[in-house]
């Protein structure tokens, strides 16, 4: 998580302010180091290619600033679901050799996220939603998924979240 350090007028000019990096990100750099000094190059390639998704979102947009904890676990969990998505693509196009390198990235990558929820869990936290908000029926299930969303946090595919809100709503 970023945090701000105020430092005094006399150390650093006027009221100064200094981010401490994410926590995540140093232990991406570090593990890097490690996977370099190892020489495995599956988790040489996976990390390097996520510090660079996380330097490209960091920069992108008006202003350059540094990602916390909550926003790095996002870039990685959109990287983790193209690594899924380009194995399933290569494997259809039987390019099985590429595709078990895909799928070697992605779990790489799953090493830094959350763990996923169970389909109990995701079930408990989707009917909660939908009592809090009173949703019923199809029309409300923006509602539902708008109070769910920030709940699930990464723990759980997007799509998979959806399929439950229909069920439950189409029930």
Do not use: C, H, W
């Not at 029309?139 to 399929?163: E, K, N, Q, Y």
């Amino acid at each position: 998580m970023t945090t701000a350090v105020l430092l005094p007028a006399d150390v650093a000019g006027p009221l100064s302010k200094i981010d401490v990096v994410a926590e995540l990100k140093d232990r991406l750099r570090a593990d890097l180091n490690a996977a370099m000094r190892a020489r495995d190059q599956v988790r040489m390639r996976t990390l390097r290619m996520a510090l660079a998704s996380i330097t490209n979102e960091e920069v992108a947009g008006a202003a350059a600033r540094d990602l916390s904890d909550d926003e790095i676990v996002r870039v990685l969990t959109r990287e983790a679901r193209k690594r899924k998505e380009a194995a399933e693509a290569f494997s259809a196009a039987g390019r099985d050799g590429q595709a078990a390198a895909e799928r070697a990235e992605g779990e790489v990558l799953a090493g830094y996220l959350p763990a996923q929820l169970s389909d109990d869990e995701l079930a408990a936290l989707v009917a909660t939603a939908i009592a809090e908000t009173g949703a019923s029926g199809m029309a409300s299930m923006g509602l539902v998924m708008r109070t769910v969303t920030p709940r699930i946090a990464g723990r759980a595919d997007g799509a998979r979240v959806a399929a439950e809100v229909r069920r439950r709503l189409s029930a």
